[in-house]
């Protein structure tokens, strides 16, 4: 990784990685969208992926907090309001909580995170602290993998409409606003990295930014595959299905 | 959690934590010291496990540099001591790569931790970031697993010993020292932690720190048996069973 790419040959190679290492590939994904688990093994996934929507308003406060220029603060920014929203009962996690709503938990239950997985915990936790230690070239490279969420989505989401009869179109509101929010995030990001991975150095960092969160997605769905499909047990103090699912409401 | 504990009440829940969520309980440390493992999945055990070990010493550096007593520094820098050794070739560290030296890994490769699971960094990574974040008290107390190693440590190396050819007592030799080493270190953190969490506020926050921890290494093992055990894959990056293991050297 010696010379330097051309802004095309970065996206090019930005691409492949998604390609390799998004968790579209990951059996729980697709074990998700082709129906084949039960209603506590998608309680166990919303309930654990909720850490990881709450923490992205976080995750972009901690990178908006490095920015120097208001111009890219104002673009950044956005991201905070779609998932904080405008009011109370609007935005992303407002969403989310929508859908945990609707497989039964009680929101105080599922906001306290206690009952999360520790590694969904820790991955989260990475994904905010790389974005508030790396360089933020790096810091904004890490969130490409927006680059290939419409694809999981969609999957996702009529595989999921079609499957469970547990699951509506309202408490996958969520999806459907990712639909057009994210494609608008990605392209911003992609024409930043373009612009501004100028080394060959620069420019492996933004390769090994996007492989890191590529791992952060992936680890979140090993951990739910561990526990909840098979072979477990369940981590000591993490959700156990049975278990009441409103116990701390 | 209202009522202020005794220090003997404390002490108990501590253990009482241990005996339900130490790692010694996981399937992958029975796997491990009853002979039921290959040489691929120990060795995915000793890779993985040195990004724990090369972590504790900037763990105790991080944690000393929010100490303010000297003479608590001079004790706790008995552990950095111990890690990396009083010159090159002596330490903890030094002693986990004989037993990667052992299984055939090259160093250079182990050191770069880039083979590891994204679990096993994340987890780490987690624990550095604790002791740097919660109040002195809780770092401590984030220590105190130590008071259960002795058993773990006993266990793994006579069923190591006994069941696999390409062990050796050489090869783990680092767990000898450990069995004096932590016994040292977790009295004093239990007496430290029995002195100064004297509100019931303080001592919840001691018990989920132990719980914390418990999780750090719960989680590491869980990450292992997925990929390694059962039924995987093994997340794109990381370390593959067959892979030439000294791949960078």
Request: net charge negative; glycine share 6%.
């Amino acid at each position: 990784m010696n010379t330097v790419l051309s802004p095309d040959e970065l996206e090019k190679q930005l691409r492949a990685i998604g390609a390799a290492r998004y968790h579209n590939h990951h059996p729980f994904h697709k074990l998700l969208h082709s129906g084949d688990l039960n209603i506590d093994q998608v309680r166990a996934w919303a309930l654990n992926r909720y850490c990881y929507q709450a923490m992205i308003p976080i995750k972009d406060a901690t990178l908006m907090a490095r920015m120097h220029d208001a111009e890219l603060r104002r673009v950044w920014r956005q991201r905070i309001i779609d998932h904080d929203g405008e009011r109370e009962g609007d935005g992303g996690i407002e969403r989310w909580l929508v859908l945990t709503d609707g497989l039964g938990f009680s929101r105080p239950y599922v906001q306290s995170m206690q009952a999360a997985l520790p590694a969904t915990r820790f991955a989260v936790e990475a994904y905010v602290h790389f974005v508030g230690e790396k360089p933020l070239l790096e810091a904004i490279a890490s969130s490409l993998t927006e680059m290939f969420a419409p694809g999981i989505i969609s999957e996702r989401v009529s595989g999921m409409l079609a499957h469970y009869d547990f699951i509506s179109e309202k408490t996958l509101a969520y999806f459907g606003k990712r639909l057009t929010q994210a494609p608008r995030d990605a392209d911003f990001a992609l024409a930043y990295v373009k612009e501004h991975a100028r080394t060959a150095r620069e420019q492996a960092a933004v390769l090994d930014a996007l492989r890191f969160k590529c791992d952060v997605l992936w680890a979140q769905l090993d951990a739910l595959y561990h526990a909840y499909v098979g072979p477990g047990p369940v981590a000591p103090g993490a959700w156990q299905p049975g278990q009441e699912i409103a116990a701390t409401a």
